[in-house]
């Protein structure tokens, strides 16, 4: 059950704000957040628990709503440096063990100077 | 400096050879995972191991098969009974036994086979 990401894509002007959203339709224990550069691996941005703690990025904020099964990630003044591709990953399992995480289709986010 | 290296970069190999990817790690990570990315998708989990001598299918495990004889390395081979090999492969590792903990992704190796 891949989560499932909004918008598909978005164009930004430097220096304007961005959300992009995932939903899941399972319960969540936690939601990772990635952004890829084209051709390279993707880069760990943050992770969000059931519970409400957040580990990760001090310029990118992002919300968990458990209730909902979905996350926002949000950029704020955003920079030239944020451009690329943006994944959520969630728990292929609901225990929140180490069993790998299934990914969406990803978010691309183009900022123009 | 800590961290995961899969080599080679690139790799070109002829339809019905078996090829396998490398993937170290120097973090003293427990858990490790293999990942494909076809252009346009997300990642998909081939295999993980959250533990030496032990090692799990993922979503999609068919033509694949792994071996963790060490903590360090993870190894992924790729066999002829893949029928669509061609991707980007993504090794990563974890330090937990929890979804929570942070995953460190290597550069990737681009297989093309032809």
């Known amino acids: 059950q891949q989560p499932v990401q909004s918008p598909q894509a978005v164009i930004l002007r430097e220096g304007e704000d961005a959300v992009i959203n995932c939903s899941s339709s399972?319960?969540?224990?936690?939601v990772h957040w990635y952004r890829q550069k084209h051709g390279e691996a993707p880069v760990f941005l943050m992770i969000?628990?059931?519970?409400?703690e957040q580990k990760g990025h001090d310029k990118i904020s992002a919300s968990f709503n458990e209730k909902k099964q979905q996350s926002s990630l949000y950029l704020t003044a955003s920079q030239l440096s944020y451009s690329g591709t943006y994944f959520c990953?969630?728990?292929?399992?609901?225990?929140?063990?180490?069993?790998?995480?299934?990914f969406g289709k990803g978010t691309h986010l183009i900022i123009q100077p | 400096d800590g961290g995961i290296t899969q080599s080679p970069k690139y790799l070109f190999r002829k339809e019905g050879q078996n090829v396998t990817l490398s993937c170290e790690q120097n973090?003293?990570?427990?858990?490790m995972y293999w990942y494909r990315q076809d252009p346009g998708q997300g990642l998909r989990l081939i295999y993980y191991?959250?533990?030496?001598?032990?090692?799990q299918k993922g979503d999609i495990a068919e033509g694949y098969s792994v071996s963790r004889e060490k903590k360090e390395s993870f190894p992924l081979t790729v066999t002829s009974a893949q029928k669509n090999p061609t991707a980007f492969y993504l090794c990563?590792?974890?330090?937990?036994?929890?979804?929570?903990?942070?995953?460190?992704f290597g550069p990737g190796t681009r297989l093309t086979v032809t």
């Open positions: 973090l003293n990570h427990d858990a």
């Open positions: 191991s959250q533990i030496v001598n032990d090692f």
């Open positions: 990563d590792s974890s330090g937990g036994h929890n979804s929570y903990d942070e995953q460190y």
């Open positions: 990953g969630t728990d292929r399992y609901s225990g929140g063990g180490a069993d790998g995480l299934t």
């Open positions: 399972k319960a969540l224990y936690s």
């Open positions: 969000l628990l059931k519970g409400g």
